[in-house]
């Protein structure tokens, strides 16, 4: 098999030139730069079903819009509908995909099509090549060499512009497919407009879902038809399985033709009210620089300098992905109200609504850098999870856009409780905490939705192997730390001492899992006999995605409890070691394949650290509780230089709706969430010269690095607003008053810099 990093390292200097769109920024020009076009949205794209570099797609749109718009090279339905190993694309696709396993909802597409018409998406495909191809933020260009035709793109929220230069013809065209599995279209050839709805969607079970739109045209079409699949229908308006128009005109060469898109969830009066309200007559240009200025003001909250460039390419282009999910589901009604429709019961109601996230990824750290930088967008949030709560009864786990029967955890405990813990207010938290409080003690109307195996883990402090209950140690494991921040947050609102003192007893739960014959965590049965045979190094099981050495450190919020079943400090930071050091072998019977997260843990010479998958990615940051924070430093360079490049092949493993891109931002300012419901970020190695963080609230918190070159990863000496610093963590409510942070790097460890007790982040036990 062909290695996409050694392909892609031949090809990056032509193919790649139209993402290097600034390709001339020196680091010290940054300030005078736009952020949009630091970033590349193709980053990530050069991925399979085997292997993942990402398994991004390069989305159009501004950030947390309800709508998002990419080309589409997979088949209708393939959720990986952009491949950068692809040469052909079928349509220009409205997009709502969180991650390819998940698939999409919301999605119809648009092609321009010249010479004889073919309507099918295999027919119309046109050959394209990356040469001609520019993919930003808030816009996107390619050439479509079959049809001769230049393409553009540009989005708002909830619509967009497309602007298509045709050659001479007779015979120009615009197919709009509305996918498949029940969808409707109507041609209006007197108001140039084109109306439908698609009720496609991958996961759960949605009531009354439809993705209404409405496209209007500026140049009178003379051709119209409508389309069930490829039977062509006498009528101008259709309701099939498979409902696709098109309309036809002349044109000159070099002729442009205008669309404007919009959408909604709620109804076709609303797609139309979105359309009027977020263009209303603004040219292409005009909407263009309207998105460029949205990405420049929210990118533009942290400002870095003194990199390299493709450091500072690889920061905007994660901070671009961090900016996109959850993404808005509600929509601003004839009255100016807050509306959204449900995907819990299938009614349109008040109030806000977001969808497209997986907590189990984005708890760890995407929805900790929303709670520095965003606090306004996850208040909405948190008020569209009540929403959640009352419609559908639970909160979600996995949004898709609904209830998704997928991935583990009861982790929208600690993204609730984080956000009141470190300072949000002005919302119904008193609800968000009685969802908790149901949620953990409940199992869902899925497996992924409450806790599965609840009895047994209230009854005995974990889910046992033997009782058919998949992954459950790393349910355990999770509960455990869910536990703790429903705690911390029962106390935060004055909650009875016998209220929160279960789930503070729970939170340690996480001791019964561990075996000291191995010194890792391990399956246990339900008579309180460890699973056997057991092999660290097998995948799955009794755990998530990954193995024994992988999720034996999930104890976020108790590492130092955890150090002590390890034996103490030094038998803990060489445990820590041995992930390193130990040979990538694997196990993977459970899942009678080699998953793709297997391989990518495999290829990247870094024995059993597996930082393409969640579970691991906070373990580096380990070593700064054993008092050895030089090795945090050592092996946090190490991933962020070999293991992220601003490139299509960019990524390691799934990006996963912010999550792999948050720990690249945060790790690249010096710090890092380990334990998102504490006050307290855990110290690294900060990547730039400086960095500018503006906050919300007008402060400013400033972080300069003096000495730092290239083979200088390790901090000799610390300052935080003059005073000397040893403690290898910040805590977030200081941060939020602002100041400056000064590091001094050297190539050679500082062994008598934060070694003490008293150094040392957050643990439980420790209070």
């Excluded at 076009?37 to 991925?47: C, I, R, V």
Aim: glycine fraction near 8%.
């Amino acid at each position: 098999m062909i290695n996409p990093l050694n392909f892609l390292k031949l090809s990056i200097g032509c193919c790649i030139s139209a993402f290097i769109m600034t390709a001339d920024v020196k680091a010290q020009d940054v300030k005078m730069t736009s952020f949009a076009d630091l970033a590349n949205p193709l980053m990530g794209t050069s991925s399979s079903y085997e292997l993942s570099n990402g398994n991004t797609y390069p989305a159009v749109a501004v950030p947390w819009g309800m709508n998002f718009w990419t080309a589409q090279t997979g088949k209708m339905g393939d959720g990986w509908q952009y491949m950068y190993t692809a040469n052909k694309i079928r349509g220009f696709k409205q997009t709502h995909q969180p991650s390819p396993w998940m698939n999409d909802y919301g999605q119809f597409s648009i092609m321009p099509v010249t010479g004889k018409l073919k309507v099918d998406q295999d027919g119309r495909a046109s050959w394209f090549s990356h040469k001609t191809e520019v993919a930003k933020p808030y816009y996107y260009s390619v050439y479509l060499a079959d049809h001769d035709v230049t393409a553009e793109l540009t989005p708002t929220e909830r619509s967009a512009q497309f602007r298509f230069t045709y050659p001479q013809s007779d015979s120009s065209f615009l197919v709009i497919d509305a996918f498949d599995k029940g969808s409707y279209i109507k041609i209006i050839p007197s108001e140039n407009k084109i109306i439908g709805y698609s009720t496609r969607y991958a996961a759960g079970s949605l009531k009354n879902f439809k993705n209404y739109f409405v496209i209007y045209s500026d140049k009178p079409f003379t051709f119209a038809k409508t389309y069930d699949g490829n039977k062509a229908s006498a009528s101008m308006e259709l309701q099939g399985e498979h409902a696709l128009a098109v309309i036809g005109f002349k044109t000159k060469r070099g002729e442009q033709v205008r669309l404007r898109v919009a959408s909604s969830f709620v109804s076709a009066e609303q797609a139309e009210l979105n359309l009027e309200r977020e263009q209303g007559k603004a040219s292409f240009d005009s909407i263009k620089q309207q998105a460029r200025t949205v990405w420049n003001k929210a990118m533009g909250k942290l400002a870095v300098s003194g990199g390299t460039e493709t450091q500072i390419q690889t920061f905007y282009s994660c901070l671009y992905r961090m900016l996109m999910f959850p993404n808005k589901l509600y929509e601003i009604d004839a009255k100016n109200q807050i509306v959204h429709y449900s995907p819990y019961n299938g009614k349109v109601l008040p109030g806000y609504m977001f969808a497209g996230t997986g907590f189990w990824d984005t708890f760890r750290a995407l929805y900790p850098f929303l709670n520095l930088v965003y606090p306004s967008i996850n208040k909405e949030m948190q008020e569209g999870l009540i929403n959640c709560y009352k419609e559908g009864g639970f909160l979600p786990e996995w949004s898709s856009p609904g209830y998704a029967n997928v991935m583990i955890g009861n982790n929208s405990a600690s993204v609730v409780a984080e956000a009141y813990l470190k300072g949000l207010r002005g919302y119904d938290i008193e609800t968000l905490y009685k969802a908790l409080i149901h949620g953990a003690n409940n199992e869902g109307p899925m497996d992924a939705v409450g806790r599965k195996g609840v009895a047994y883990y209230n009854e005995l402090g974990y889910v046992p192997y033997n009782v058919g209950i998949h992954e459950n140690a790393a349910r355990t494991l999770e509960y455990a730390y869910d536990d703790f921040a429903i705690y911390k947050l029962g106390k935060a609102l004055g909650k009875p001492a016998a209220e929160i003192d279960l789930y503070k007893q729970r939170s340690l739960n996480y001791s019964k899992l561990f075996d000291s014959s191995t010194g890792l965590m391990r399956g246990k049965n339900k008579d309180g006999s460890f699973a056997t045979p057991f092999n660290p190094f097998k995948w799955g099981d009794a755990f998530t995605e990954g193995n024994s050495w992988h999720y034996s450190w999930s104890v976020f919020h108790d590492v130092n409890g955890l150090m002590n079943l390890m034996g103490g400090k030094e038998k803990f930071a060489a445990k820590l070691d041995s992930v390193f050091i130990l040979p990538p072998i694997f196990d993977e019977s459970y899942y009678g394949q080699v998953i793709h997260e297997i391989r990518e843990m495999q290829i990247v010479n870094m024995g059993q650290y597996a930082h393409g998958n969640q579970p691991i990615q906070h373990m580096p940051y380990l070593y700064a509780y054993a008092g050895q924070p030089w090795k945090t430093q050592y092996h946090i360079r190490q991933i962020m230089d070999k293991l992220y490049q601003p490139t299509p092949d960019g990524y390691c493993g799934d990006e996963d709706n912010g999550q792999t891109s948050a720990w690249y931002v945060f790790s690249a300012m010096g710090f890092y969430p380990v334990c998102p419901a504490s006050d307290q970020y855990v110290l690294g190695t900060p990547l730039f010269k400086q960095v500018v963080l503006t906050l919300e609230n007008g402060k400013k918190v400033t972080i300069k690095t003096e000495n730092n070159k290239e083979g200088n990863y390790y901090v000799d000496n610390m300052t935080f607003n003059g005073q000397v610093w040893t403690k290898n963590w910040l805590e977030h409510s200081a941060l939020q008053k602002g100041g400056t942070i000064n590091f001094r790097m050297s190539a050679k460890p500082n062994v008598k810099r934060g070694v003490n007790n008293a150094d040392r982040p957050y643990s439980l036990s420790d209070k």
